[in-house]
T-cell receptor
Framework: AQTVTQSQPEMSVQEAETVTLSCTYD???????LFWYKQPPSRQMILVIRQEAYKQQNATENRFSVNFQKAAKSFSLKISDSQLGDAAMYFCALGNAGGTSYGKLTFGQGTILTVHP | NAGVTQTPKFRVLKTGQSMTLLCAQDMNHEYMYWYRQDPGMGLRLIHYSVGEGTTAKGEVPDGYNVSRLKKQNFLLGLESAAPSQTSVYFCASSGRAYNEQFFGPGTRLTVL
């Protein structure tokens, strides 16, 4: 069975500062992919960023970037120049690409991010 | 495009009552999923479908049934609701197994 662990139940950051959310995972698969999803108070799940395990280059989407350490099974999310709109619950998720996995995702417990003005 | 929609958005049931949650997607996606979200536990997969007419069990399937008679719809049923099924339910769809999943807005269900 695969697992995803987010060890930080809550994090806070000052507006315009940088914050890093941690995620570790465990899987026996070699072909997998990782996501960060954002869930604001509206409850809507929004994709922030995606990383394929076979890619060595860390994914980046505007102010959001990841630090993907495959050997350590670590997948952290860095948010630069934090904005008030970044306040949300953030979920790390792991999916397997092949065989009978059928795209099923395993989610971490979530990290609540508070942004202070 | 509406994306993924869920009906209803809120519902209160009494123990033992039954109900069906409807999920619809207009993206012609093959894969559809039902998750439940509980505090401190993230999202857990209940059931999923890899195409019209197919369904399979996820991580927490007990007490739920599903059907996918049409490609665009995925129904989640509770035959006899229990307080332990109080949760927020999310439907999601994906075009390929390794692609992004698109989520509906969620249904908050309370079982008294």
């Amino acid at each position: 069975a695969q697992t995803v662990t987010q060890s930080q139940p809550e994090m806070s950051v000052q507006e315009a500062e940088t914050v890093t959310l941690s995620c570790t995972y465990d899987t026996s698969e070699s072909d997998y992919y990782l996501f960060w999803y954002k869930q604001p108070p509206s409850r809507q799940m929004i994709l922030v960023i995606r990383q394929e395990a076979y890619k060595q280059q860390n994914a980046t989407e505007n102010r959001f970037s990841v630090n993907f350490q495959k050997a350590a099974k670590s997948f952290s999310l860095k948010i630069s120049d934090s904005q008030l709109g970044d306040a949300a619950m953030y979920f790390c998720a792991l999916g397997n690409a092949g065989g009978t996995s059928y795209g099923k995702l395993t989610f971490g417990q979530g990290t609540i991010l508070t942004v202070h003005p | 495009n509406a994306g993924v929609t869920q009906t209803p958005k809120f519902r209160v049931l009494k123990t033992g009552q039954s109900m069906t949650l409807l999920c619809a997607q207009d993206m012609n996606h093959e894969y559809m999923y039902w998750y439940r979200q509980d505090p401190g536990m993230g999202l857990r997969l209940i059931h999923y479908s890899v195409g019209e007419g197919t369904t399979a069990k996820g991580e927490v399937p007990d007490g739920y049934n599903v059907s996918r008679l049409k490609k665009q719809n995925f129904l989640l049923g509770l035959e006899s609701a229990a307080p332990s099924q109080t949760s927020v339910y999310f439907c999601a769809s994906s075009g390929r197994a390794y692609n992004e999943q698109f989520f509906g807005p969620g249904t908050r269900l309370t079982v008294l």
